[in-house]
């Protein structure tokens, strides 16, 4: 089965420059988490989709983040215009969100490893 | 905001050695995952315990849910190269299903 298919897997980037990273989540899966990893600040989650609606932004860092999700087997997150310090791996994540504890298992992709210089 | 702090972050040990890392906060949970990541890819979730107490062995590694579930340890026996890696707790508040994750412990076992 495929996995959380994500692309580019590398991007290097001019400051200022727009940035879209894709996601391909897990057929089937309906729940969709876009993640930021870096040394200094770990696993961070950026934003989270139940059945295509974004239901917890908090983690987005600014308005020059945005993200979307169209349907229920693709989503982007954009940056614009970026800047160095966003440079980090962007991993995207699915689940299949069931009923009570324990039931959250997250599947990651392998990252989009961003550098903008 | 709630936080899982994770100890030691670093650790450095020998083939055949034990070790625990520890996963700490001050909220409770409703369940709790360790993950581990290899460089170049995404966590892959180890385990998940749910019920405060519970204690979860997969081969060589030992996982515990406190009783109150705001902390959780992971302890390996006999480490081995192969074990090397960044070990990641995480948490799930209940009411959703989002993650907040620990800061992590790096973990080199050196053959």
């Known amino acids: 089965d495929a996995g959380v298919i994500q692309s580019p897997r590398h991007e290097v980037t001019e400051m200022g420059q727009e940035v879209t990273l894709r996601c391909k989540p897990i057929s089937g899966h309906n729940s969709l988490f876009w993640y930021r990893q870096t040394m200094m600040r770990g696993l961070e989650l950026l934003i989270y989709f139940n059945n295509n609606v974004p239901i917890d932004d908090s983690g987005m860092p600014e308005d020059r983040f945005s993200a979307k999700m169209p349907n229920a087997s693709f989503s982007t997150l954009k940056i614009q215009p970026s800047e160095p310090r966003d440079s980090a791996v962007y991993f995207c994540?699915?689940?299949?969100?069931?009923?009570?504890?324990?039931?959250?298992?997250?599947?990651f992709g392998e990252g989009s490893w961003l550098t903008v210089v | 905001t709630q936080l899982l702090e994770q100890s030691p972050q670093f650790l450095s040990i020998q083939e055949g050695e034990n070790l625990t890392v520890y996963c700490n906060s001050s909220?409770?949970?409703?369940?709790l995952q360790w993950y581990r990541q290899e460089p170049g890819e995404g966590p892959v979730l180890l385990v998940t315990?749910?019920?405060?107490?519970e204690v979860k062995k997969l081969k060589r590694l030992t996982f515990q849910f406190g009783d109150a579930r705001k902390d959780s340890s992971l302890h390996i026996t006999a480490a081995q190269p192969g074990d090397t890696g960044l070990y990641l707790c995480?948490?799930?508040?209940?009411?959703?299903?989002?993650?907040?994750f620990g800061t992590g412990t790096l973990l080199a076992v050196q053959p």
């Open positions: 994540a699915s689940s299949q969100k069931g009923s009570g504890r324990g039931r959250n298992t997250i599947y």
């Open positions: 995480a948490g799930g508040p209940g009411a959703t299903n989002k993650l907040i």
């Open positions: 315990v749910v019920t405060g107490g």
């Open positions: 909220s409770v949970f409703s369940s």
